[in-house]
């Protein structure tokens, strides 16, 4: 086993060129594919953390009694479907806006009467996060006195979630169609080194050098590549991820986004792929050229 | 003597044909070869000299006939048990077949290599053996940096070191100078002297001379045992 990988890694460095253009492509395949990956993670967290904000504001009219509070918060905590309900009082929606707006709370400053009107925040429980379901509730709170207006957001997001359904599909042909090029590539670049190396095959061949000695090295080989193909890949997509993300951050100041790279798991898995793909070429391109 | 249980011999073909389409290339050969032998295979170029060698080591399959080689029957042996019957052979081939972009001395490791030798010894075996042929200092050379003598000797390096049960060569002083051609006889009467079986295929009648030893003579791929 130690000769066989003494053997490949000095194939790998007599065949400098073909092996560093073998892992430039591996690299460049994992580079698109995972970068495909690391875009749909996050837009999935960004579905499910806007699915987990679905909720409902219910503004009240002005000068609501406190005990008045306490009712509509039972009525509305009735209704089937809802989870829980917060009081956000004027006060307390004045401070956040303020904290939110920095440095333009000079504007807020300046406003002799706190313009915003006491709310509650209901949150619905998943089975009801559905906009039929939504608007069935948002339309019960509506109609109960002194409710003044009622916001939520659900339809556009359920159009967003199918146009989102449609980008995922996509991103999974997208994935697989680099996958089985990357593998078709590999199987290419190792028949190639197969092809350059017939001479020397062959010679081993008729020295008593047997199959399993012949072949062992070409898969350390494709392993080796696939390793370093892949860790290359995730790391041009870590630089890459790195400079997008701190301009991204800089635009938005209120992190309305919080965009995360691969998780260890992740990446690692995509390594792991990217050597199973160098073992599948070597493997498909032997079975084709070193026949007996 | 047509059972395979002689013990004192090595290669045995019997009716062996071989043709290429409709060339007949062999013809009905049958052949004794007992172990400790130095014969040589001689007749004119075409005769079908190197096709006898390669059927031996299994390079092409007989079209008739059969051969047992050490007690290996040739038409049962599969791809992946091949290496077995090539280990019992060094061969020296006539256009050396070295690898050009290994080193003489990666060259002649690869024998022991692909044995399963230990590193140490492939090291210390190897560095023998060149000496003993005389091209120590090229230890580290590629091949087609050497003369043609130098070459060969590489080539018979290569040949003995796994120390086979037979060495077949095909004309092994086919292209070179009387001095180098007598330092490869030499190497080769010392494997025959220490128990190997030598057989060389050549139309070089001087060494034949020189070498003694039985000789077979082929012509249009027929066999004609003197005398
Ligand atoms: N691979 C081959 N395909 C077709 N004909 C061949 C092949 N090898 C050898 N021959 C023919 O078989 C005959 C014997 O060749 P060979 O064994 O090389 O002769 P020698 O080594 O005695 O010079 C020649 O006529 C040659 O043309
Ligand atoms: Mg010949």
Redesign the interface.
Known sequence: MS?YYH?AVQDIR?NGFLSSVTIITIALSILIVSAFALFFTNANNVMNYWEKGVKIMAYLKPGTSQKNLHDIKRNIQEIYGVQDVNFISKEEAFKKLKKQMKRQSSILMNLNENPLPDAFEIRMTTSSQRSEKVEEIATKIESMPLIEDIEYGQKWLEQFTNIFDLFRLAGYTIGGIFFIATVFIMANTIRLAIYMRR??IE?????????K?IKGPFYIESIIQGTLGGMGGIVALFITFKLISSTVENSFKYELLDIKFLSPEFYCGIILCSIFVGWLGCYISLKQFL?? | MVDGKDKSSIIQMFHVHKYYGSKKALVDITLNVSKNEFIFISGPSGAGKSTLLRLLYLGEPVSEGQILVDGMNLSRISGKKIHFLRRKFGIIFQDYKLIPTKTVFDNVALVLEASGKKRKFIEKKVRSVLRTVGIEQKINALPPSLSGGEQQRAAVARAVVGIPRIILADEPTGSLDSDSADIILNLLKNFHAHGGTVIVATHDKELIRKAGGRILHLKQGYLHFPG
């Open positions: 000769t053997r007599d001479e020397e010679i081993m061949r008729l020295v008593g050098a047997s199959e000695f026949k007996t």
